[in-house]
């Protein structure tokens, strides 16, 4: 089988698809690109808006607790009795202050405390609060890391110490440590979203995590922060593996405030969007594309297909072809037209060449027939001389009688179609005579139903087909031959047939026998007998042979049923 | 008739292709529809020994937080004392009838429980075992201390914080509790090699703190001379640093107690207890919730076994600032 061959339709169709295909995925790609970089900018930039409102309020906590500690500092005026009156109420009323406490800034002896609801412990194991080699200069507040609290009766808070140098009632130099869960940082960043997982933490200059909304899942080793990639790290945006990170110093503390979010989870939502976007235009797309191909193959293609297949339909049968122009574009109209012309004068040119040929086999024929085979003529007056001699008068009359009669039916006044009844005659005229010749080696018989011999027929139509009976069948016989001859009226046709008993033929010689061209005697052969039958009745007439060797031979012929002479163009 | 049919191939190509298309599309639309619209959340029940307890509370915020992390409804419950496997099998079967998705169970009893926790697992619910074993071949993930190590733990930090020969008391829980007996197991073992050991007496005793408290006392009533004493859970500990807080023996018995809870850690601080065995209870409820949430999903857990760490924690290394993050919750 041949490859198969796309159609234009189909081509069209293909092309504007994948060109569009193409086209979006690039645009889409491109898009993406976009996307992403816009939206990693608005995440930075919203990070860092985020981070800068945490630092806003870690500063206006530092500032609550430097107000809080310039109060401390304001009650070395006050009374001692007033001054724990005041303390006692702060540690009380504040609820994120867990414990006020007081040590010898020399000695670093716990010399009072302030716990408000919360109980001190009456023996101190460790106190976290206070750092020895850590205290605070003049003015100065020191933030510890986070730590538990350790001074207090059952009760383990997480804390930040905040501590400052503070002047007794009495002159000394006393160091304030305030406890402070700094609860309103802590809601404030547990609050923070960026992104549907994103998250803020704060930690100190040295990676320590002052708070992180997740703090406990920390603690339990479930989560970490890679706290030494962001320490080395300076302020602004940082990209790691599928996180975007935004640090901003708060200058206060040196405390770091991280802001997370997650650039995948921010893409993801994007990609989905723009597959989503991409989907439905492609869609759009084919359905578009299939319409306007349906369009342009009413319009261009089905016409073209029209055309070819009535080219194939003309090349296949030329005659019989009828043209139905197509319809389409202007251009397929032309184009059509112009094949209906071409067809309308191929055909004329066609039945032209037919008619011509025609006309010259027809005056070939007639020249044929006007012919007179010399050989049978001398060896018919060979017969007569040798009669007159004999003094067989009488059949030598007889003789010259029926070759008369043969000639002038053969020459008919030129007509080619003569009664079936002269027909008979001639063919009678002409067994008369090879009678005679051949001495009476066979017997002839006539059986011709009464009304056909009004009918008209070709001439010399019977003649050749007896004289192949008599030198192919019956010449070469021992026994006595017969030749009979009907002819009869059949479904409106007239049906000639010429039986003998003699050799017969083979299938071979059958077919043989209506190409050659060769006429023995007359100069007519059964091949022109059939030629002239075909071309003047067409091609379902003419000349049939049935044959078995040694049982005879029968040759039929078909005519239609002609009643009188039709006008004949000479 | 040639064009007909070639028609006919194309609009059938182009109808293919539309429908593809529109699968496709389809398909993008529900991942995307999948993506951003939340599943119906999970109902997970979490069924453990008892709710009232430091080391359960821990569990339970841990299994809150991934609760809410992972869109889980999450019911916590369990029975008043911790020798109630009756109340624990009831829970679970009203957990199935309720339509619960997944349990996570922590077994009184080690077969007791097996019975009820297979039919639920027959049921097709995804069964987590934290803490305490259960009976039972079909549980998908257990997660918890390897109970063994944690014996020989205590068995170390005895044997460091002590010299001489030793009389030790174990006092223990429930005998039908797995965990307590695999504790008990792997400290034996871990003191079987030790040439010092002269003994070991065990009692068992509800797991309260009055009676492992009143338990103490009669041991020490009948073997005074004990130096050591070692106890399994959160309840026993506070029981036992009571007994020796009220015999005012501090000094002389070197006690290794399990769990921390704001009590065991001022005995720790003041000297009724010695050491603490300290699980990671909030690492075991957050575990537990996020892998319950993975089975449900269609993952299989990789691996039978999640183990969390314990850490030992004596006095000298309690305010250590690692060591503080695993002592003192973060709330």
Known sequence: MKKKRWSFSAVTTALVVGMVAVSLLIGTGVFLMIYQRAMIQSVRTSSSQITEQVSDIVEDYMADIRDLMNQIRRTEQMTPEEREEFLSSIAMVRPDVTAITAYDRESGALLEAWTGQHVLKEQILVNLSFDEERLPEEGELLISKPHVESILVNEYPWVVSISGIVKDPEGREQVIVLDTRFSQIASYIDNVGIGKHGYCFIMDEEGNIVYHPQQQLIFAGLKGENTELLESSSDGSLEEGDMIYTIRSEEENNWRIVAVSYVDELIAEGLRDCLLILGVLLLLVLIATLICSIVLSNQLSKPIKRLISAMRDFEKDAASFSFQPAGGSREMTALSDSFGHMVVRIQELMARVRNEEIILRKTELRALQAQINPHFLYNTLDSIAWMCEDGRNKEAVDMVNALARLFRISISKGHELIPIEKEVEHAKSYLQIQKFRYKNQFEYFFDVEEQCLHYYCNKITLQPIIENAIYHGLNRMIEEGVIRIRIWEEDGDVIFSVSDNGVGMTKEQCDALLKEDSGRETGIGMKNVNDRVRIYFGEKYGMRIESEPDEGTTVYIRMPKLEEEPHESR | ?331
């Open chain 2, 1 to 331: 008739m040639r064009v007909a049919k070639h028609k006919k191939q194309l609009l059938f190509g182009g109808l293919l292709l539309g429908c593809l298309l529109l699968g496709g599309g389809y398909l993008i639309y529900r991942e995307a529809e999948g993506a951003s619209a939340p599943r119906d959340p999970y109902r997970v029940a979490m069924i453990v020994k008892s709710t009232d307890s430091a080391f359960w509370k821990s569990v339970f915020a841990g299994a809150a937080v991934a609760a809410t992390e992972y869109n889980v409804e999450l019911t916590t419950e369990g029975p008043e004392t911790e020798d109630d496997y009756e109340t624990q099998n009831r829970l679970v079967k009203t957990a199935v009838e309720e339509g619960a998705d997944a349990i996570i169970f922590s077994a009184v009893d080690y077969n007791a429980n097996a019975e009820v926790i297979t039919e639920a697992a027959e049921e097709g619910l995804p069964i987590v075992i934290i803490d305490s074993d259960v009976n039972s071949s079909l549980v998908s993930l257990r997660i918890g201390t390897v109970n063994e190590d944690a014996g020989s733990m205590a068995a170390e930090a005895v044997l460091t914080q002590t010299e001489g020969p030793l009389r030790i008391g174990v006092v223990n829980f429930d005998e039908n509790t797995a965990n307590g007996q695999e504790r008990e197991q792997g400290f034996r073992d871990r003191m079987a090699e030790e040439d010092r050991v002269e003994s070991i007496e065990t009692i068992n005793v509800l797991s309260t703190t009055e009676d492992a408290r009143r338990g103490t006392k009669e041991l020490l009533k009948q073997h005074p001379d004990l130096n050591a004493i070692v106890t399994f859970n959160e309840w026993t500990s506070l029981g036992v640093g009571w007994a020796i807080s009220d015999l005012g023996r501090r000094d002389d018995i070197m006690v290794t107690a399990f769990d921390s809870n704001v009590v065991s850690v001022g005995m720790l601080e003041t000297g009724e207890v010695d050491a603490l065995i300290v699980q990671n209870p909030y690492a075991m409820g957050y575990l537990a919730v996020e892998n319950a949430c993975q089975i449900l999903s269609g993952k299989e857990p990789e691996a039978l076994h999640i183990d969390t760490e314990t850490t030992l924690v004596t006095r000298d290394n309690m305010y250590l600032p690692e060591y503080q993050k695993i002592l003192f919750m973060y709330d």
